[in-house]
T-cell receptor, first 112, second 116 residues
Framework: AQSVTQLGSHVSVSEGALVLLRCNYS??????LFWYVQYPNQGLQLLLK??????LVKGINGFEAEFKKSETSFHLTKPSAHMSDAAEYFC??????????FGTGTRLTVIP | ETGVTQTPRHLVMGMTNKKSLKCEQH?????MYWYKQSAKKPLELMFV???????ENNSVPSRFSPECPNSSHLFLHLHTLQPEDSALYLC???????????????FGPGTRLTVL
């Protein structure tokens, strides 16, 4: 079975500070992992994804995530938060074949 | 127009109404999805169509009826909904699954549905 746990439904950081959004997954097969971002009144936009190969994945807008199999984690980071990063972030896991299982999301607030 | 589009963006309907949500993708994909996004809950996959055939239906009530007339269009027909069906309904599309991993799903902006 596949599932995703996102620790912290709300995260607040100061502008310029490190962003760390946590994601742990459970998967019965080698997982494919995704981070999506949702800005207000918009759909989900892919930030980055891990399928195979290098475990440190770089995405758009300066975000990156590292796949750690031993910890079953795929945390999302950005060295310096920008006001425009304020949004809701979703982690998802896929065993393949059209299935995506999402976490409940983390709302990121950036404080000026 | 590019990407995945959804109309209408907002819809208010009574419990006895019949309405339809429309999704269109301009990405050349042949798999399409309907998701329901409710507050404080994970996205719920409702329906999956691949090559215009339904491949998954996650026990969705019959008051939701999908239709996929071609690989670019997906509809969600609504009738006799309940207030708890109020949510953001998201459409997504993806290329066909390769031998193994699923590929990325591309989402539309959603339709905000309110059932009175």
């Amino acid at each position: 079975a596949q599932s995703v746990t996102q620790l912290g439904s709300h995260v607040s950081v100061s502008e310029g500070a490190l962003v760390l959004l946590r994601c742990n997954y459970s998967s019965s097969v080698p997982p494919y992992l995704f981070w999506y971002v949702q800005y207000p009144n918009q759909g989900l936009q892919l930030l980055l994804k891990y399928t195979t190969g290098a475990t440190l994945v770089k995405g758009i807008n300066g975000f990156e995530a590292e796949f750690k199999k031993s910890e079953t984690s795929f945390h999302l980071t950005k060295p310096s938060a920008h006001m425009s990063d304020a949004a809701e972030y979703f982690c998802a896991v896929s065993p393949g074949a059209n299935n995506l299982f999402f976490g409940t999301g983390t709302r990121l607030t950036v404080i000026p | 127009e590019t990407g995945v589009t959804q109309t209408p963006r907002h819809l208010v309907m009574g419990m006895t109404n019949k309405k339809s949500l429309k999704c269109e993708q301009h990405l050349g994909h042949n798999a399409m999805y309907w998701y329901k996004q409710s507050a404080k809950k994970p996205l719920e996959l409702m329906f999956v169509y691949s090559l215009e055939e339904r491949v998954e239906n996650n026990s969705v009530p019959s008051r939701f009826s999908p239709e996929c007339p071609n690989s670019s269009h997906l509809f969600l027909h609504l009738h006799t909904l309940q207030p708890e069906d109020s949510a953001l309904y998201l459409c997504a599309s993806s290329p066909p699954p390769l031998a193994g991993p699923t590929d990325t799903q591309y989402f539309g902006p959603g339709t905000r549905l309110t059932v009175l």
